[in-house]
């Protein structure tokens, strides 16, 4: 069925050039009987994540995948995760690109973040916006019930726009303040953590997609040098370098393989998702760095 759906997607988009692509997810939301990734509630690695927030952690089990962390490695990352307020008391900011129905923002919000999700579907962000006004009745209710009374609850805003365009950034609150965002799942900015879901880390990269094939080494060669192309042998693999980090590097704060995901990174009974956690190199210690 998996395989079913990829092919699917897959064809969705590839019958049609890049520039339509956003039109064409477009078309998968208004149509809504065929949006395969969306499984109801936000991935478990993330909801641990936040829950164990602060605690050490080690990669349970052996994963096979590309530049995946050494099962039983330590890391530094859950400590490596800042909670949801700031010493002036203010609550951090996270924001979450492509948010589709919105899961990840109640979690994070749940958790006393201010949330921000990013669509640039019209009518993602229409079905993000109706289902976050209920979101702690659904079926995980309790994994987006307020974590701590104490902190209590951040707020929820969805914004529709491209993440690889600026003029959604206009309908951020705060953002001419120069408040930005402290945490990015998936995607970072100036200060603050990247933190990436890989997957699927198992898929042959002859495969195409969506979802491309992404072994965590991807990650790492691309962001010693963003914005810098990577190399991949004729089998589409991408090629590990030894090239130097620029300047505007992301340095890896924490990897690891985490004890549960949804069901479509675990292949064969394994895990073969990783979560790995980044900061700019300029405002990382060396000491916090994750080697
Ligand atoms: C694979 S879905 C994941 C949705 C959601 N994160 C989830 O896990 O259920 C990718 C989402 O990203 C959105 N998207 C794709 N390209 C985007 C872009 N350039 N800017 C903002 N959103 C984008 C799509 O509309 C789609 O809802």
């Known amino acids: 069925m998996a395989t079913q759906n990829q092919d699917r997607l897959r064809t969705h988009f590839s019958s049609t050039p890049d520039k339509e692509h956003n039109n064409r997810w477009d078309d998968l ?30 990669s349970p089990d052996p994963n096979p995948s590309l530049g995946a962390p050494p099962p039983n490695s330590e890391s530094a990352g859950y400590a490596s995760l800042a909670g949801p307020l700031r010493d002036d008391k203010k609550r951090r900011r996270v924001l979450v690109p492509g948010c589709g129905k919105g899961y990840d923002v109640a979690l994070f919000a749940a958790h006393g973040y201010d949330a921000y999700g990013l669509e640039v579907s019209s009518h ?3 079905a993000a916006k109706g289902y976050l006004k209920d979101a702690d009745k659904g079926p995980m209710e309790g994994e987006y019930k307020v974590a701590d009374e104490k902190i209590g609850k951040g707020v929820m805003n969805v914004v529709c726009g491209d993440f690889f365009e600026d003029g959604w950034l206009a309908d ?30 198992h898929k042959p990269a002859s495969s195409g997609g969506p979802p491309w094939s992404l072994p965590p080494l991807v990650h790492t060669e691309l962001l010693k040098q963003p914005g810098e192309d990577i190399s991949y042998d004729d089998q ?10 620029t300047d505007n590097a992301l340095v890896k704060i924490a990897h690891y393989t985490p004890r549960r995901t949804h069901d479509a990174g675990v292949i064969k009974g394994l895990v073969r998702d990783c979560v790995s956690m980044w900061r700019h190199k300029v405002d990382c210690p060396e000491e916090q760095r994750w080697h």
Do not use: M
């Not at 809504?32 to 509630?41: C, E, K, Q």
């Open 236 to 245: 589409g693999v991408v090629i590990k370098t030894d090239r130097e980090e």
């Open 29 to 58: 939301w208004r149509d809504s009987t065929f949006l395969p990734w969306d499984r109801g509630h936000a991935n478990p690695a993330l909801i641990d994540l936040l829950q164990e927030r602060g605690r050490p952690l080690s």
């Open 124 to 126: 993602a962000a229409e």
């Open 172 to 201: 951020v609150e705060g953002w001419e303040g120069d408040e930005g965002f402290d945490i990015i799942y998936d995607i970072t900015s100036t200060g603050g953590v990247l933190i990436c879901l890989e997957f699927p880390t």
